[in-house]
């Protein structure tokens, strides 16, 4: 009888693996629910609330001599929801995630909990189906409708999507970038949302991971979760490709439409005859970029760096601004391979680690020396040459085997594995001399942005739960980890036989090192315009003409301005704002003035609860809002970064970049500072000049902060590392709190010289 039983059982567990029962099938929705935009529930904010907002704002810009009618507003232009394929894989229960998080609830959070003045959301292309993308048009018009009178609205809506590439090599890796359309009528947005050909839309447009078949049933309670994923990835495959010989303004709306290349995706838009923004994100984030990538290709004139006039400084996945000289790998000379590079002051390359962790293990398996350090040498060959896979070479490591390897040790919240030459600096500091009339540079306004994906804008309010306001996420038992990871291989002293090839076979998601990026994973950054109305004409036109800075979350208010730039007619002087690109003939002046964020009040303001439910207040905003007092925190200094771009070709960039070039204690009583400089030497260096500052505030908690939280001994080596698990290892009340100087950057002012 017992094994009749036994029989039975398995019978049954098959039928419900097959899927072949019918009543089942219907009744527990086997085959999965769409799941939609949601249904948006809060209201307009009081327009008393945004009066007092803007009269707080113009007493600081008063008591720092700035004209009281201008304003600085605030806002978060890259959003995900659980129409991105990573964001619903990780809102899944077996990740520790709280269920799905529509387009409404990017809405309602916008305006209540972090109180944005403007944001977007901007899902991955390369999950955005026909319909996806009709439900976003309708649910971001149905947001902005609630803004009230659109002369004076209490926040502004855009819509856009994420061009999501990513390539396998340096040479054919160009990264993510935002493409943001200023209306919401039709006529102005794409037909369809542009996905990035190659890994991201094989990756994206199918499931990132291959979740179990049997998943529902080890997980019954939450069952209709995983079926929901499974039907969400079906609707995307089922979309068809569109053919790549029409032209985007021929194609049909039903199809799954991808470019490239950035120039090919500026092409297709173009084609469309609309306007928009492109705007690059996450450049330096190794976590997807190649070892070796560099931004020199993307100043071909086929690849159209001249639209990207903004880009984003930094994220919830760290800070892309600052160049280093040390190098992950070195490549060789063929542009196919590479060698690893010995370690430096404030830098150990992750392939030397793995050469290291193998040398390790091999002493103290009482091998010869002369045998480790051959494997080592080995190791460290194989691992510079993998790309972001390096750490599938090592059996049975952990993430503290790796120590801070492959970090910036010296960097303001720097992403995970930082690719210096695809960081902003850099970026700012090449030349294209292809055509030696016109030599190519990027043209940059800086921005910040969340990045989030659990439908939260503007996260970076209060360092608070960091399962909610960060991407952390990750299995919450042991059992769990090991269904999602597989059971891990025992430690060898020996690299595993992993190579190149096998890796080609492989998608995306399986080759990072997702457990080590947690500890990267902190609160969002802002983007902030200056403006003289609310308007959504007045904020796209600040975008577009780089009035803008960005912020690594706080509110902190900030001018820069060139007070002695030529008149347009030729005769005097006037201010150009952040931004600017001006020639002159005389050494250029400076002015900056800045203020620091408001200090914050535990929980959400008054007006919050006549808006929204209390059940979806806490839904959303876990009880913690944007809540400022009336006491702000003091900047301390004012930092400059002088950049001489490139005058020649191979000239090197390390000598170009000069951070920090001037420093200023900032007299800071409450009301911020007011600061001056000129640079004397322009005019006898004879080379144009790039100019941005920083305005630094004191030192406040940061979620992840410390990133992989480091242990170093008197000579500065990293002896251990604390990680920040984005798993049941770090507890999710530790919120993984350091203090740091949360900071503004303006945008450049681009200073040419008359030749």
Same mark, same amino acid.
């Given at each position: 009888?017992?094994?009749?039983?036994?029989?039975?059982?398995?019978?049954?567990?098959?039928?419900?693996?097959?899927?072949?029962?019918?009543?089942?099938?219907?009744?527990?929705?086997?085959?999965?629910?769409?799941?939609?935009?949601?249904?948006?529930?809060?209201?307009?904010?009081?327009?008393?609330?945004?009066?007092?907002?803007?009269?707080?704002?113009?007493?600081?810009?008063?008591?720092?001599?700035?004209?009281?009618?201008?304003?600085?507003?605030?806002?978060?232009?890259?959003?995900?929801?659980?129409?991105?394929?990573?964001?619903?894989?990780?809102?899944?229960?077996?990740?520790?995630?709280?269920?799905?998080?529509?387009?409404?609830?990017?809405?309602?959070?916008?305006?209540?909990?972090?109180?944005?003045?403007?944001?977007?959301?901007?899902?991955?292309?390369?999950?955005?189906?026909?319909?996806?993308?009709?439900?976003?048009?309708?649910?971001?018009?149905?947001?902005?409708?609630?803004?009230?009178?659109?002369?004076?609205?209490?926040?502004?809506?855009?819509?856009?999507?994420?061009?999501?590439?990513?390539?396998?090599?340096?040479?054919?890796?160009?990264?993510?970038?935002?493409?943001?359309?200023?209306?919401?009528?039709?006529?102005?947005?794409? @037909?369809?949302? =542009?996905?990035? /050909?190659?890994?991201? $839309? *094989? %990756?994206?447009?199918?499931?990132?991971?291959?979740?179990?078949?049997?998943?529902?049933?080890?997980?019954?309670?939450?069952?209709?979760?995983?079926?929901?994923?499974?039907?969400?990835?079906?609707?995307?495959?089922?979309?068809?490709?569109?053919?790549?010989?029409?032209?985007?303004?021929?194609?049909?709306?039903?199809?799954?439409?991808?470019?490239?290349?950035?120039?090919?995706?500026?092409?297709?838009?173009?084609?469309?005859?609309?306007?928009?923004?492109?705007?690059?994100?996450?450049?330096?984030?190794?976590?997807?970029?190649?070892?070796?990538?560099?931004?020199?290709?993307?100043?071909?004139?086929?690849?159209?760096?001249?639209?990207?006039?903004?880009?984003?400084?930094?994220?919830?996945?760290?800070?892309?601004?600052?160049?280093?000289?040390? @190098?992950?790998? =070195?490549?060789? /000379?063929?542009?196919? $391979? *590479? %060698?690893?590079?010995?370690?430096?002051?404030?830098?150990?390359?992750?392939?030397?680690?793995?050469?290291?962790?193998?040398?390790?293990?091999?002493?103290?398996?009482?091998?010869?020396?002369?045998?480790?350090?051959?494997?080592?040498?080995?190791?460290?060959?194989?691992?510079?040459?993998?790309?972001?896979?390096?750490?599938?070479?090592?059996?049975?490591?952990?993430?503290?085997?790796?120590?801070?390897?492959?970090?910036?040790?010296?960097?303001?919240?720097?992403?995970?594995?930082?690719?210096?030459?695809?960081?902003?600096?850099?970026?700012?500091?090449?030349?294209?001399?292809?055509?030696?009339?016109?030599?190519?540079?990027?043209?940059?306004?800086?921005?910040?942005?969340?990045?989030?994906?659990?439908?939260?804008?503007?996260?970076?309010?209060?360092?608070?739960?960091?399962?909610?306001?960060?991407?952390?996420?990750?299995?919450?038992?042991?059992?769990?980890?090991?269904?999602?990871?597989?059971?891990?291989?025992?430690?060898?002293?020996?690299?595993?036989?992993?190579?190149?090839?096998?890796?080609?076979?492989?998608?995306?998601?399986?080759?990072?090192?997702?457990?080590?990026?947690?500890?990267?994973?902190?609160?969002?950054?802002?983007?902030?315009?200056?403006?003289?109305?609310?308007?959504?004409?007045?904020?796209?036109?600040?975008?577009?003409?780089?009035?803008?800075?960005?912020?690594?979350?706080?509110?902190?208010?900030?001018?820069?301005?060139?007070?002695?730039?030529?008149?347009?007619?030729?005769?005097?002087?006037?201010?150009?704002?952040?931004?600017?690109?001006?020639?002159?003939?005389?050494?250029?002046?400076?002015?900056?003035?800045?203020?620091?964020?408001?200090?914050?009040?535990?929980?959400?303001?008054?007006?919050?609860?006549?808006?929204?439910?209390?059940?979806?207040?806490?839904?959303?905003?876990?009880?913690?809002?944007?809540?400022?007092?009336?006491?702000?925190?003091?900047?301390?200094?004012?930092?400059?970064?002088?950049?001489?771009?490139?005058?020649?070709?191979?000239?090197?960039?390390?000598?170009?970049?000069?951070?920090?070039?001037?420093?200023?204690?900032?007299?800071?009583?409450?009301?911020?500072?007011?600061?001056?400089?000129?640079?004397?030497?322009?005019?006898?260096?004879?080379?144009?000049?790039?100019?941005?500052?920083?305005?630094?505030?004191?030192?406040?908690?940061?979620?992840?902060?410390?990133?992989?939280?480091?242990?170093?001994?008197?000579?500065?080596?990293?002896?251990?590392?604390?990680?920040?698990?984005?798993?049941?290892?770090?507890?999710?009340?530790?919120?993984?709190?350091?203090?740091?100087?949360?900071?503004?950057?303006?945008?450049?002012?681009?200073?040419?010289?008359?030749?």
């Amino acid at each position: 009888m017992r094994r009749i039983l036994i029989g039975v059982g398995v019978l049954v567990l098959i039928l419900l693996g097959l899927g072949i029962t019918a009543y089942g099938a219907a009744s527990w929705d086997w085959f999965g629910r769409t799941r939609g935009a949601g249904t948006i529930e809060g209201r307009a904010v009081p327009a008393e609330v945004i009066a007092a907002r803007g009269q707080a704002q113009a007493t600081a810009a008063s008591a720092l001599g700035q004209p009281a009618d201008e304003r600085v507003l605030f806002g978060d232009l890259h959003v995900h929801t659980t129409f991105s394929t990573d964001a619903f894989m990780w809102s899944l229960p077996l990740f520790g995630g709280e269920g799905v998080h529509p387009l409404a609830d990017a809405c309602d959070f916008a305006r209540y909990c972090s109180q944005l003045d403007f944001f977007a959301v901007t899902d991955h292309a390369e999950a955005i189906t026909p319909a996806r993308w009709q439900e976003t048009r309708e649910s971001i018009r149905q947001c902005n409708a609630i803004s009230g009178d659109p002369q004076s609205p209490d926040m502004v809506s855009f819509i856009g999507f994420e061009w999501s590439q990513v390539g396998r090599t340096p040479a054919d890796h160009y990264g993510h970038k935002n493409v943001i359309f200023p209306g919401l009528d039709d006529e102005g947005l794409a @037909q369809r949302a =542009i996905a990035a /050909a190659g890994v991201a $839309s *094989a %990756t994206l447009r199918g499931s990132p991971l291959q979740l179990n078949r049997w998943l529902p049933f080890l997980d019954w309670r939450h069952h209709q979760d995983y079926f929901d994923f499974a039907h969400y990835t079906r609707e995307i495959r089922d979309v068809p490709e569109c053919a790549q010989d029409t032209p985007s303004n021929e194609l049909p709306a039903n199809c799954f439409e991808s470019a490239a290349t950035p120039g090919e995706l500026v092409e297709r838009l173009d084609q469309q005859h609309l306007n928009y923004l492109l705007i690059p994100h996450g450049t330096s984030w190794g976590f997807y970029t190649p070892p070796g990538t560099t931004f020199d290709k993307q100043l071909r004139a086929e690849e159209h760096p001249e639209r990207q006039v903004l880009i984003e400084i930094m994220s919830g996945h760290g800070n892309s601004e600052e160049f280093r000289s040390w @190098q992950d790998v =070195i490549p060789n /000379a063929d542009g196919t $391979s *590479a %060698t690893c590079p010995s370690p430096s002051a404030n830098y150990e390359p992750a392939c030397w680690r793995a050469g290291e962790i193998i040398r390790e293990r091999c002493l103290a398996a009482h091998e010869p020396a002369a045998s480790c350090e051959a494997r080592a040498v080995e190791t460290r060959l194989r691992a510079a040459n993998l790309g972001v896979a390096y750490h599938l070479l090592i059996d049975g490591e952990s993430p503290e085997d790796w120590l801070d390897s492959g970090q910036c040790r010296d960097c303001f919240v720097p992403p995970f594995n930082h690719r210096p030459r695809t960081s902003v600096q850099y970026g700012l500091a090449i030349t294209n001399f292809d055509d030696p009339q016109h030599w190519r540079r990027f043209r940059w306004g800086f921005i910040g942005s969340s990045d989030n994906h659990r439908a939260r804008p503007g996260t970076g309010f209060k360092p608070y739960d960091r399962m909610r306001t960060t991407e952390a996420a990750g299995a919450q038992t042991d059992e769990w980890r090991t269904r999602i990871l597989g059971p891990q291989p025992p430690a060898t002293d020996r690299p595993n036989e992993l190579t190149q090839e096998e890796l080609m076979t492989r998608s995306g998601f399986q080759l990072t090192e997702g457990e080590r990026q947690a500890s990267f994973f902190t609160t969002g950054s802002l983007a902030a315009v200056h403006v003289e109305g609310r308007t959504r004409a007045e904020i796209y036109a600040a975008l577009q003409r780089r009035e803008v800075y960005a912020t690594s979350g706080p509110r902190i208010l900030l001018w820069f301005d060139l007070l002695n730039a030529p008149a347009e007619s030729g005769r005097g002087t006037r201010n150009a704002a952040m931004g600017s690109e001006v020639t002159m003939t005389q050494a250029p002046r400076f002015r900056v003035r800045a203020a620091g964020e408001f200090k914050q009040n535990p929980g959400c303001p008054d007006f919050t609860a006549q808006g929204m439910s209390a059940e979806r207040l806490e839904h959303l905003c876990g009880g913690e809002c944007y809540n400022p007092t009336s006491e702000r925190l003091h900047i301390t200094r004012i930092e400059v970064v002088r950049i001489r771009p490139q005058i020649r070709p191979g000239e090197d960039v390390a000598t170009l970049i000069e951070d920090v070039w001037r420093s200023f204690p900032c007299n800071d009583v409450g009301q911020g500072c007011t600061v001056e400089f000129t640079d004397p030497s322009f005019v006898g260096g004879r080379r144009d000049a790039v100019y941005y500052v920083r305005a630094i505030q004191e030192p406040t908690p940061r979620i992840n902060g410390g990133q992989l939280r480091s242990t170093r001994d008197a000579e500065g080596r990293t002896t251990a590392v604390n990680p920040c698990h984005g798993d049941y290892r770090t507890s999710r009340t530790d919120q993984c709190l350091t203090n740091v100087e949360e900071r503004a950057w303006a945008s450049p002012i681009y200073v040419s010289a008359r030749r």
